[in-house]
Structure formats: C-alpha cells, structure tokens
C-alpha cells in the first residue's frame, strides 16, 4: 500500500511538471485562436522562450528574470506573426510555419556565437525556478513527491482562472471572442478589429514563450535544439481538444501532462522499449484530435484575414 501510494505522488509529481509548459502555450494559442488569428508559430515561439531562459539564466544568475526575458523574446515573435498576418494579411499557416523554421534557427545560430556549439552550458540548480516546498516535507512521502514541484506548476492554474475571468468577465473579453467571430461587424461597431487581434497574438507569444522558458529553467537544465520536441503542437491540440477554452485547454493538458510525466517514469525501467513510451504523448495527442475534433466548434474567423473596407 505505501509502495502503491508513493508510486501515485510520483505520477503526480511528472503530471504537475510536464503541465505547465503545454498549459502556458495552450491559454496563449486560445488567445490568438479566440481573436481569429491561427498561429501554428507556437512550437517556434517556445523554442526560442527556452534558449532565452537558459541565457539569460547563465549570465545573470536568475531564474525568474529569466523566466520573464523567455516570455518577452516569445512576445516578440508574436509580434512578427501579427505584423504578417494582421496588418500583411499574410497567410496565417504560412507564417506561423515560417516562424517554426526561424525561431529554432536564430536559437541554435546565436548558441553558435555565444557558446560555439548548439547547446547552451548547463544552468546551476540555484539558478533556475524555486520550488515552492523545498526542504518541508520528509524525502520519500507522498506530499513530497506531489507538493514539491516549481512554485510556477501552480502559478500557471491561477493563470487559468484569470484567463477565464477575461474572457468571460471583462469588456475586453467580449471584444476578443467578437472579433473572432465577426470582425466585419465589430468594425461597424468602433471595435479596432486590428489592435484586438495585435494584442491577442503577442499575448499567445509571450505565454508560449513562458512556457519555453519553464521548460529550460525546471524540467531541464540547459538548451538544446530539440528540448521542446512537439510540446507546442500539443499545446495547439489540446486548445482543440478543449474547445478554445480556457478551462477546457487546462483538462487537455493535464490529461497530455500525464501522458509526458508517465512517458517519465516508465522510461525509467527496462520493461517496455524506450521507443515506445516515448510515443505514448503523441499518440494520446491523435486519438484525441481524431474523436473530438470534429466536436470543436472553431470561431467563424479563425484564419480569415481581416481587410478593413475604405
């Protein structure tokens, strides 16, 4: 039994650490998404979240400031995707493509120059995110293994809330969900259909960067081009899993946050082949997409680009 209980707070413990990356990226795909701007650049804007986390990190010897800078260089990439897309009227798949292409190529070519290699140095323990009940509880416990995890793992499900309060709550909210819908409309209505869509795409850069950042400054600890490995394009599938909805993007992710913590911990022994389990969160991923994509109703102008008439 307390074999059986130590075993539930380590499945606990992977969950609540492969979460919150998925979870930061997915609450900022629904922003975008929400406004009608599809931005597949997720995956990208994580990656170079989690080089600038890692850096900045190493040289300044702070987590939560890098932390931050990994969510500011994501917001910058956002920034892009909403030049081309909004103002360009670019196509959104495209660009969003392009910038998968480009964030992994300016990490991996300013690691060159920083480090003379593709990888960063490794970040110092004291370096990176605090966790929240470090040193309280006995090593070995269940509330151990479940409560000792990064202060951020539960910061980002308070941030769930707050998104949920924007979207439903505020005037805002109402104006990002109606611009998703009927841009034309809001037009009509004074409603700056393109400073809602500039916000709303920047956000989703800045949060998929935050996660990028967690990922260098807790799961792991330096960057490497492959650390992110798919993490935005199931953030992405869980924002559809979840219906564009805050909440429901936040039961997708711990569901693929379980996936990637048991991928962990099964990986740990020598029972089943590597290869498989590392397939386990990718294969959740497409079952989910095939039995309820066709339930999500996506916003009318998700993907349309907005041509304001003279």
Request: aromatic share 12%; net charge positive; charged share 10%.
């Amino acid at each position: 039994m307390d074999a059986f209980i130590s075993n539930l707070g380590l499945i606990i413990n992977a969950t609540l650490i492969a979460t919150p990356p998925l979870l930061f990226a997915a609450l900022g795909s629904c922003f975008s998404e929400r406004s009608g701007v599809v931005n597949i650049g997720i995956e990208g804007m994580m990656t170079i979240g989690a080089f600038t986390g890692a850096v900045v990190a190493y040289y300044t010897h702070n987590g939560w400031f890098a932390f931050l800078c990994g969510g500011l260089a994501g917001a910058l990439f956002g920034l892009l995707h909403a030049v081309a897309c909004v103002s360009l009227a670019a196509d959104q798949t495209i660009t969003g493509t392009a910038i998968n292409f480009l964030a992994p190529g300016i990490a991996v070519f300013l690691a060159k120059m920083l480090f003379n290699s593709s990888d960063t140095p490794a970040i110092d323990s004291t370096w990176k995110l605090p966790k929240l009940f470090d040193g309280v509880f006995k090593a070995g416990t269940f509330w151990k293994n479940v409560l000792n995890v990064y202060s951020v793992a539960y910061l980002v499900f308070l941030l769930v809330i707050v998104v949920w309060f924007v979207f439903y709550k505020t005037r805002f909210g109402m104006r990002l969900r109606a611009v998703g819908e009927h841009p034309t409309a809001c037009d009509t209505l004074g409603i700056n259909v393109f400073r809602v869509r500039y916000i709303c795409v920047i956000l989703s850069g800045f949060l998929a960067g935050l996660g990028g950042a967690y990922v260098t400054l807790a799961t792991v600890n330096q960057f490497k081009p492959i650390v992110i490995v798919g993490q935005g394009f199931i953030a992405i599938a869980a924002v559809i899993f979840g219906k564009f909805k805050p909440q429901g993007a936040m039961y997708a992710c711990l569901l693929f946050g379980f996936c990637s913590g048991l991928k962990v911990l099964l990986g740990s022994g020598n029972i089943v082949s590597p290869n498989l389990i590392s397939m386990i969160p990718y294969v959740v991923t497409v079952v989910a997409l095939i039995l309820f994509v066709g339930k999500s109703r996506v916003p009318a102008a998700n993907g349309k680009p907005y041509i304001k008439s003279k």
